[in-house]
Nanobody, 124 residues
Framework: QVQLVESGGGLVQAGGSLRLSCVAS????????MAWFRQVPGEKREFVAL????????RYADSVKGRFTISRDNAKNTVYLQMNRLKPEDTAVYYC?????????????????WGQGTQVTVSS
């Protein structure tokens, strides 16, 4: 069982920055593909970014490319999402997720473990 705990959400003005963190339990964090998703009430959960096990490869949704950066520290069992130049349309609950079968995938249904989510609100 893997537990994921996100933090770092909040209220920020458009153009501002936030850094989300997600700490994972367990001793095999370095073997997981990690990702961030977001969801607005009434809409489907949307892929934001993923990072492979060693951190050597990343992938981003077109809507956040060039503004968001995903990174990980395997020694701290932590994955981060640095969000810059935030826009009101980035407002959502952000979730981190772990994929334990080493698949590099953007599909939410492929992820095995999820955090509880952290709210990000960007005011105009």
């Amino acid at each position: 069982q893997v537990q994921l705990v996100e933090s770092g959400g909040g209220l920020v003005q458009a153009g501002g920055s936030l850094r989300l963190s997600c700490v994972a339990s367990g001793r095999t964090f370095s073997s997981y593909v990690m990702a961030w998703f977001r969801q607005v009430p009434g809409e489907k959960r949307e892929f934001v970014a993923l990072i492979t096990r060693s951190g050597g490869n990343t992938r981003y949704a077109d809507s956040v490319k060039g503004r968001f950066t995903i990174s990980r520290d395997n020694a701290k069992n932590t994955v981060y999402l640095q969000m810059n130049r935030l826009k009101p349309e980035d407002t959502a609950v952000y979730y981190c997720a772990a994929e334990v079968s080493m698949r590099v995938t953007t599909a939410p249904n492929d992820y095995d473990y999820w955090g509880q989510g952290t709210q990000v609100t960007v005011s105009s």
